[in-house]
């Protein structure tokens, strides 16, 4: 006759299993957020924003304080070079 509780022993290596997972994963992206919480919903003015942050002080959620942006501000574009049309 089997024991009723034999199941909780796979159960609780299973559910372990779960948020040993769940909590790298959220420890991972604090970490690559600069140790600040994950970003949702993000919009196009925020993602500009970001990448304007990143481009300035190399971080997507650094930002800087100085009044005069950097001198590589300046030559450092988000355009991206298009293939020029042969007519």
Request: glycine residues 6%.
């Given at each position: ?30 970490f ?38 950097p ?17």
């Amino acid at each position: 006759m089997p024991v009723p509780f034999e199941s909780l022993l796979p159960f609780a290596i299973i559910s372990g299993m779960f948020a040993i997972t769940a909590t790298g994963l959220n420890v991972t992206r604090y970490f690559s957020n600069d140790r600040k919480p994950t970003r949702y919903g993000l919009d196009t003015w925020e993602k500009q924003m970001m990448e304007r942050d990143r481009r300035l002080t190399g971080s997507l959620r650094g930002q800087s304080d100085q009044p005069i942006a950097p001198l590589a501000f300046s030559t450092n574009s988000i355009w991206y070079l298009e293939k020029k049309r042969s007519h």
